[in-house]
């Protein structure tokens, strides 16, 4: 169990309304991760961020940001909901084995957040 | 770039029977490689990975998987299906990126929906 909590749980929202989910993890990882789930796509990774205020861009960023002000906290917001964005969102987290010629990451994930637009 | 297709979106066993669920992998690098299982509503969970280490990997579950460079494939086998086993199955790569030491972000497949019939 890698402690990772995703909030909330079950969300249905109207077309156009800001959207803000919220991974939470107790473990002090430095490496988390926003996917969507959707069928026939499987996972696509939205943004992920290295470190306190440190993010980049997934393969499916547009219309969505994040923000991490603090380690265990990571924040996706959808800015202007659209029906597109309904989906299944998991959080993950990231850690670090060593192998002796480099290191892999293996990802935990959390639950998950279904979110419906209408 | 790296890229992973599964074939077969849904694949139907019965009880007993051998479950086969196929993965190719394309990667410009030697690729790690990772199974994962979601059962219903819940979040991923790793099934068994692919380090560079020994080809044949054994898992969680009774889950077994062979990494062939030459075929570039990664399938998972099971010698007997349990009706526990009904979930969706996905295959995911991952290769280190740049100067991000450690963050490896992953791909996935599209997933295969296992059914075990009686």
């Known amino acids: 169990d890698a402690g990772i909590t995703q909030s909330p749980r079950h969300k249905v929202t109207e077309t156009g309304t800001p959207v803000t989910l919220r991974c939470h993890q107790t473990?002090?990882?430095?490496?988390m991760y926003w996917y969507r789930q959707d069928p026939g796509h499987g996972l696509r990774l939205i943004h992920y961020?290295?470190?306190?205020?440190?993010?980049d861009k997934g393969e499916v960023s547009d219309g969505y940001s994040v923000s991490r002000s603090k380690t265990e906290d990571f924040l996706l917001t959808l800015e202007s909901a659209t029906s597109s964005q309904t989906s299944v969102y998991f959080c993950?987290?990231?850690?670090?084995?060593?192998?002796?010629?480099?290191?892999?990451?293996?990802?935990?994930f959390g639950p998950g957040t279904r979110l419906t637009v209408l | 770039a790296q890229s992973v297709t599964q074939l077969g979106s849904h694949v139907s066993v019965s009880e007993g029977a051998l479950v086969l669920l196929r993965c190719n992998y394309s990667?410009?690098?030697?690729?790690?490689l990772f199974w994962y299982v979601q059962y219903p509503n819940q979040g991923l969970q790793l099934l068994l990975k692919?380090?560079?280490?020994?080809?044949l990997v054994k898992g969680i579950n009774g889950f077994e998987a062979e990494f062939k460079k030459s075929e570039t494939s990664f399938h998972l086998t099971k010698p007997s299906a349990h009706m526990i086993d009904a979930a969706e199955y996905f295959c995911?790569?991952?290769?280190?990126?740049?100067?991000?030491?450690?963050?490896?972000?992953?791909?996935f497949g599209t997933g295969t929906r296992l059914t075990i019939i009686p």
């Open positions: 961020s290295y470190g306190v205020k440190d993010t």
């Open positions: 993950a987290i990231s850690e670090s084995t060593w192998l002796g010629t480099g290191t892999y990451n293996e990802q935990f």
């Open positions: 473990e002090n990882h430095r490496y």
């Open positions: 990667s410009s690098v030697p690729p790690y």
């Open positions: 692919y380090t560079s280490a020994a080809t």
């Open positions: 995911a790569v991952s290769l280190k990126e740049g100067s991000n030491f450690g963050n490896e972000k992953l791909t």
